[in-house]
């Protein structure tokens, strides 16, 4: 299994369509998609742009559907909820299709949608993810971070490397590919301890502490393997747990 890393969807290769994609919003989108779906929404459907979002929840009744959005740390105003693992309990969202859009990870989502086989990862459900890897095997992965505005997210970088560790450890055929993923190696062993410390530290980390207390979503989104959802695109832009 040959793994590559990508910092944001700016840095995914153009004219290339990989066979697995997972992709990665630490701070917050994938966290909050993995426990919306733990929670038993029926589907997470993620679009980039807001405008086409309200579009197509306008052909969803009201009691069928809820919408989760935000920029720049914020709750959109006119949407349901914003994007906090914590928000999308049972009460909220069993049942109901959630449409959901957020500052980095929808737009690294719509990057690799036309992918064979397109999963979403947080630090919760990377031994779940690693475990499906692991059945699937592909001859190639790639592993697409979110960023912040198309730089670099420390966070991100964190669970790639976690991810990757943890299929070194179980496969004996894994090639790591390049510098980035070889660097989110590095990466988590500095940090595999302090999971915490590490988002907390992060540029994105310190936005969030600078809007608000937002000490139980890093509790939540640093937790390690608490999770054995599957998030997987069953249609275009369309996530569902397999």
């Not at 929808?106 to 949608?113: A, E, G, I, K, Q």
């Not at 490397?161 to 450890?169: E, I």
Request: hydrophobic content about 40%.
């Amino acid at each position: 299994m040959k793994l590559s890393y990508f910092y944001a969807a700016a840095d995914v290769p153009s004219g290339i369509i990989p066979e697995t994609s997972v992709v990665i919003d630490v701070l917050r989108a994938t966290t909050t998609i993995a426990w919306a779906l733990e929670n038993g929404a029926n589907s997470v459907q993620v679009f980039a742009d807001v405008d086409e979002l309200k579009n197509e929840a306008n052909s969803f009744n009201e009691e069928d559907k809820i919408l989760v959005g935000e920029r720049g740390g914020k709750k959109l105003d006119g949407f349901d909820l914003g994007n906090s693992p914590l928000g999308v309990s049972k009460e909220k969202v069993r049942g109901k299709r959630v449409f959901m859009s957020t500052t980095n990870g929808t737009r690294s989502l719509h990057r690799v949608r036309e992918s064979k086989s397109l999963y979403t990862m947080a630090l919760p459900n990377r031994k779940a993810i690693a475990e499906r890897l692991i059945s699937d095997n592909p001859k190639e992965v790639w592993i697409v971070g979110s960023g912040w505005e198309g730089s670099y997210s420390l966070e991100d970088s964190l669970a790639a490397g976690a991810l990757a560790s943890l299929l070194k450890d179980k496969l004996g055929s894994v090639s790591i590919f390049n510098d980035e993923l070889m660097a989110s190696l590095a990466l988590w062993k500095t940090w595999e301890n302090d999971v915490e410390g590490c988002l907390r530290i992060a540029s994105h980390g310190q936005r969030l502490v600078g809007i608000g207390n937002h000490d139980e979503d890093f509790a939540c989104c640093a937790s390690l393997d608490n999770l054995s959802v599957i998030p997987k695109q069953i249609e275009m832009g369309v996530l569902r747990a397999n």
